[in-house]
C-alpha cells in the first residue's frame, strides 16, 4: 500500500504544471548557428547558440556592462600585461578540470579556424599568453589595450584536451559539428545539431553557476517569420525570437501570448565600395562605368541626404526601430551626442548628384543577406534612392551566400547589420573603418577598400589610450567623422520584440538581441 501511494505521488508531482513546464524549453530563432565551433566566425547568431554551450573568460550582462565568468578578477600590471584570476572548480562537461591551459589553447586556436566574419578581432590585441599557475593567466598586449576585457566577452573557452585534434580549419568542423569537441563549461550540454536543424541540448549538472531548470533546451531555426508565430500560436514552442511587426498587436491581444519588447544595439547599414573600378555601377544603358561615384563624397552626401529615415522606420522596419544618428547606440562608450539624425532633403541631394557629374544617375546593385534583414528594407531603399534617379536592382540572397561573396569584393552597394557587441565603440570602428590591416589586425571587416588617415589615426591612439575621458573624446571624433566623410550611412537603431506563452515563461531581453535559455525561467518558479 505504501509503495502504491509513494508511487501515485511521484507521479502526482511529475505530471503537475511546474514540473511539466520546467522539463523541457523550445525555442524558435530566425537564425541558427554555423558551426557548433564558437571559434569558427564572429556572427552573433553563432554566438548565441555556443553561449549555451560554452562559456566565455568574461561576461556580458543585459545592458552589455562587463561581469566576471570564467575570470573573476582582472588588472593590468603595465600598459601591456594583463592578468586574470580564473575561477576555481569548475569542470568541463567530460568531468575534466578547467585551467589556464585551457584559455592560452582558446586565444591561441581562434586564429588557425576562423572562417567568415573572422572572431579574430577578440584576439587582435594579444601578442602572448603566460601562464603562471594553474588559475592565473598574464595576456601580453601589442601595445596597451584599454578595451582587451571587452574583447574577450566574445572569447569562448574549449577544451584543450577535447579540441586538441580538432584546431585546425579542415578539422574543426568534424569535431566539433559532431560532438567530439563541443566540450564546454557552459550550462548545458550539446546533444545534437546540423545546419539549419534543431540544436538540441541537456542541462548540465555540474555548472558552476548552478544548474538551470530546463532539463532540455531544444533550439530550432525557423527563418520564416509567419512560420515561427505559427508555431508559436500552436503551441509547439515556448518563445520566438524576432516577432514581425505586422503580429504583435494580435500577439499583444492573445491573453494565452505575451510580447516582450527592448531597444536593440543592432543598427542596419548601407556601405560603399571605395575601390576604383567598382563590379556592379552602370549608366543607364547598362554599361559599366569606368570610374566609381561612390568615391565622389557629393555622391555619398547624396544617398544620406536622400533616405527619409522616419520612411525606413514606419514602412520598412514597420514601426520597429528609432531613427539612428551614428552606428551605435547611446549606450555604448564613445557614442557622440553631438551628431544630429541625418536630414532628409531631397532638393540638395539633386544637385549634388548633378554637381557630380550624375544629373541623369546611374544603376547600382544592393545585396543583402535577405534571411537576415527586415523584408521590405531593401525594397524602401530602392525606392527612395529612386528619387534621386539611381535605378537600384534589390538583390537579396541567403547569409550563407552574401557573406564570402561580400569578402571576395563582389559588391559595390551592400546592407548590413552591426552591434557593437562588446559596449566600446572602437570594436565597430576598428573593423569597419580602418584600412584593411592584417599586419596591425585591424579592418578586418572592412573588405571594400575605404581608407582615411585620419580615421586611422583616432582609431588606433584610442586603442591605446588607457585613460577613459581621453579615450573616449577619441572615439566620439571618429564617429563623427564617420558621420561626415560617410563611408557608411546608418539607417535606424532596431527595436527587438520576443513572443513568449504566458503562463509557461518569462523572459528578460538582451539589448544585444541574444536569445538565451538562461534568460527564460519556468513562470510558476519566477512568480
Same mark, same amino acid.
Given at each position: 500500500m505504501?509503495? &502504491?501511494?509513494?508511487a501515485?505521488?511521484?507521479?502526482?508531482?511529475?505530471? +503537475?504544471?511546474?514540473?511539466a513546464?520546467?522539463?523541457?524549453?523550445?525555442?524558435?530563432?530566425?537564425?541558427?548557428?554555423?558551426?557548433?565551433?564558437?571559434?569558427?566566425t564572429?556572427?552573433?547568431?553563432?554566438?548565441e547558440?555556443?553561449?549555451?554551450?560554452?562559456?566565455?573568460?568574461?561576461?556580458?550582462?543585459?545592458?552589455?556592462?562587463?561581469?566576471?565568468?570564467?575570470?573573476?578578477?582582472?588588472?593590468?600590471?603595465?600598459?601591456?600585461?594583463?592578468?586574470?584570476?580564473?575561477?576555481?572548480?569548475?569542470?568541463?562537461h567530460?568531468?575534466?578540470?578547467?585551467?589556464?591551459?585551457d584559455?592560452?589553447?582558446? *586565444?591561441?586556436? /581562434?586564429?588557425?579556424?576562423?572562417?567568415?566574419?573572422?572572431?579574430?578581432?577578440?584576439?587582435?590585441?594579444?601578442?602572448?599568453? %603566460?601562464?603562471?599557475?594553474d588559475?592565473?593567466?598574464?595576456?601580453?598586449?601589442?601595445?596597451?589595450?584599454?578595451?582587451?576585457?571587452?574583447?574577450?566577452?566574445?572569447?569562448? /573557452?574549449?577544451?584543450h584536451?577535447?579540441?586538441?585534434?580538432y584546431?585546425? @580549419?579542415?578539422?574543426?568542423? %568534424?569535431?566539433?559539428?559532431?560532438?567530439?569537441?563541443?566540450?564546454?563549461?557552459?550550462?548545458?550540454?550539446?546533444? +545534437?545539431?546540423?545546419?539549419?536543424q534543431?540544436?538540441v541540448?541537456?542541462?548540465?549538472?555540474?555548472?558552476?553557476?548552478?544548474?538551470?531548470p530546463?532539463?532540455?533546451?531544444?533550439? @530550432?531555426? /525557423?527563418?520564416?517569420?509567419?512560420?515561427?508565430?505559427?508555431?508559436?500560436?500552436?503551441?509547439?514552442?515556448?518563445?520566438?525570437?524576432?516577432v514581425?511587426?505586422?503580429?504583435?498587436?494580435?500577439?499583444?491581444?492573445?491573453?494565452?501570448?505575451?510580447?516582450?519588447?527592448?531597444?536593440?544595439?543592432? *543598427?542596419?547599414?548601407?556601405?560603399f565600395?571605395?575601390?576604383?573600378?567598382?563590379?556592379q555601377v552602370?549608366?543607364?544603358?547598362?554599361?559599366?562605368?569606368d570610374?566609381?561615384?561612390?568615391?565622389?563624397?557629393?555622391?555619398?552626401?547624396?544617398?544620406?541626404?536622400?533616405?527619409?529615415?522616419?520612411?525606413?522606420?514606419?514602412?520598412?522596419?514597420?514601426?520597429?526601430?528609432?531613427?539612428?544618428?551614428?552606428?551605435?547606440?547611446?549606450?555604448?562608450?564613445g557614442?557622440?551626442?553631438?551628431?544630429?539624425?541625418?536630414?532628409?532633403?531631397?532638393?540638395?541631394?539633386?544637385?549634388?548628384?548633378?554637381?557630380?557629374?550624375?544629373?541623369?544617375?546611374?544603376?547600382?546593385?544592393?545585396?543583402?543577406?535577405?534571411?537576415?534583414?527586415?523584408?521590405?528594407?531593401?525594397?524602401?531603399v530602392?525606392?527612395?534612392?529612386?528619387?534621386?534617379?539611381?535605378?537600384?536592382?534589390?538583390?537579396?540572397?541567403?547569409?550563407?551566400?552574401?557573406?564570402?561573396?561580400?569578402?571576395?569584393?563582389?559588391?559595390?552597394?551592400?546592407?548590413?547589420?552591426?552591434?557593437?557587441?562588446?559596449?566600446?565603440?572602437n570594436?565597430?570602428?576598428?573593423?569597419? &573603418?580602418?584600412t584593411?590591416?592584417?599586419?596591425?589586425?585591424?579592418?578586418?571587416?572592412? #573588405?571594400?577598400?575605404?581608407?582615411?588617415s585620419?580615421?586611422?589615426?583616432?582609431?588606433?591612439?584610442?586603442?591605446? %589610450?588607457?585613460?577613459?575621458a581621453?579615450?573616449?573624446a577619441?572615439?566620439?571624433?571618429?564617429?563623427?567623422?564617420?558621420?561626415?566623410?560617410?563611408?557608411?550611412?546608418?539607417?535606424?537603431?532596431?527595436? +527587438?520584440?520576443?513572443?513568449?506563452?504566458a503562463?509557461?515563461?518569462?523572459?528578460?531581453?538582451?539589448?544585444?538581441?541574444?536569445?538565451?535559455? &538562461?534568460? #527564460?525561467?519556468?513562470?510558476? %518558479?519566477?512568480?
Amino acid at each position: 500500500m505504501k509503495s &502504491m501511494l509513494r508511487a501515485a505521488l511521484v507521479a502526482t508531482i511529475l505530471s +503537475s504544471p511546474a514540473a511539466a513546464l520546467a522539463a523541457e524549453l523550445v525555442i524558435a530563432t530566425k537564425n541558427g548557428p554555423a558551426s557548433m565551433d564558437p571559434h569558427f566566425t564572429a556572427t552573433a547568431a553563432n554566438a548565441e547558440a555556443t553561449k549555451h554551450i560554452f562559456d566565455t573568460l568574461l561576461r556580458s550582462g543585459n545592458n552589455l556592462e562587463i561581469l566576471p565568468s570564467l575570470a573573476t578578477s582582472w588588472q593590468t600590471l603595465d600598459d601591456t600585461t594583463w592578468e586574470f584570476k580564473l575561477r576555481q572548480g569548475v569542470k568541463f562537461h567530460d568531468g575534466s578540470d578547467f585551467t589556464a591551459e585551457d584559455v592560452k589553447f582558446s *586565444i591561441e586556436r /581562434i586564429p588557425n579556424v576562423t572562417g567568415p566574419n573572422p572572431s579574430t578581432i577578440y584576439v587582435r590585441r594579444v601578442a602572448g599568453v %603566460e601562464i603562471v599557475d594553474d588559475y592565473t593567466v598574464r595576456v601580453k598586449t601589442n601595445g596597451p589595450a584599454p578595451t582587451l576585457p571587452n574583447d574577450f566577452v566574445r572569447l569562448f /573557452i574549449v577544451s584543450h584536451k577535447a579540441a586538441a585534434d580538432y584546431s585546425t @580549419k579542415d578539422s574543426s568542423a %568534424e569535431g566539433f559539428n559532431m560532438g567530439r569537441a563541443t566540450i564546454g563549461t557552459g550550462p548545458y550540454r550539446f546533444v +545534437s545539431w546540423a545546419p539549419t536543424q534543431d540544436l538540441v541540448l541537456e542541462k548540465f549538472h555540474g555548472y558552476w553557476d548552478g544548474p538551470q531548470p530546463w532539463d532540455k533546451v531544444v533550439r @530550432k531555426e /525557423i527563418p520564416n517569420d509567419a512560420a515561427r508565430v505559427a508555431q508559436l500560436r500552436a503551441g509547439q514552442v515556448d518563445l520566438i525570437s524576432k516577432v514581425p511587426a505586422t503580429d504583435l498587436a494580435s500577439i499583444e491581444s492573445d491573453s494565452a501570448l505575451q510580447v516582450i519588447k527592448t531597444e536593440s544595439i543592432y *543598427i542596419p547599414y548601407l556601405e560603399f565600395d571605395f575601390r576604383e573600378n567598382s563590379p556592379q555601377v552602370w549608366d543607364n544603358a547598362g554599361k559599366k562605368l569606368d570610374k566609381n561615384p561612390f568615391l565622389d563624397p557629393r555622391v555619398r552626401k547624396a544617398f544620406d541626404l536622400a533616405l527619409d529615415r522616419e520612411t525606413i522606420v514606419e514602412f520598412a522596419l514597420e514601426g520597429m526601430g528609432v531613427v539612428s544618428t551614428q552606428l551605435v547606440s547611446p549606450n555604448i562608450f564613445g557614442y557622440n551626442q553631438d551628431i544630429a539624425a541625418p536630414a532628409f532633403d531631397l532638393e540638395a541631394a539633386l544637385k549634388l548628384m548633378a554637381d557630380a557629374g550624375y544629373p541623369d544617375g546611374f544603376e547600382v546593385a544592393l545585396s543583402y543577406a535577405n534571411d537576415r534583414m527586415p523584408t521590405e528594407l531593401g525594397p524602401t531603399v530602392a525606392q527612395l534612392l529612386a528619387a534621386i534617379n539611381v535605378t537600384v536592382k534589390v538583390q537579396g540572397v541567403p547569409a550563407a551566400v552574401f557573406n564570402p561573396a561580400k569578402t571576395r569584393g563582389e559588391y559595390s552597394l551592400y546592407m548590413a547589420s552591426w552591434g557593437t557587441l562588446t559596449g566600446e565603440s572602437n570594436y565597430m570602428l576598428s573593423s569597419l &573603418m580602418h584600412t584593411n590591416d592584417a599586419a596591425k589586425s585591424l579592418g578586418a571587416f572592412n #573588405v571594400r577598400g575605404y581608407s582615411n588617415s585620419q580615421m586611422d589615426k583616432l582609431i588606433e591612439d584610442a586603442a591605446i %589610450e588607457m585613460n577613459e575621458a581621453k579615450r573616449r573624446a577619441l572615439l566620439e571624433e571618429a564617429n563623427m567623422l564617420v558621420a561626415t566623410d560617410r563611408p557608411d550611412l546608418p539607417l535606424a537603431t532596431n527595436l +527587438s520584440a520576443w513572443g513568449a506563452k504566458a503562463d509557461k515563461v518569462t523572459y528578460d531581453p538582451r539589448s544585444d538581441e541574444d536569445t538565451l535559455a &538562461m534568460d #527564460v525561467q519556468p513562470k510558476q %518558479e519566477a512568480e
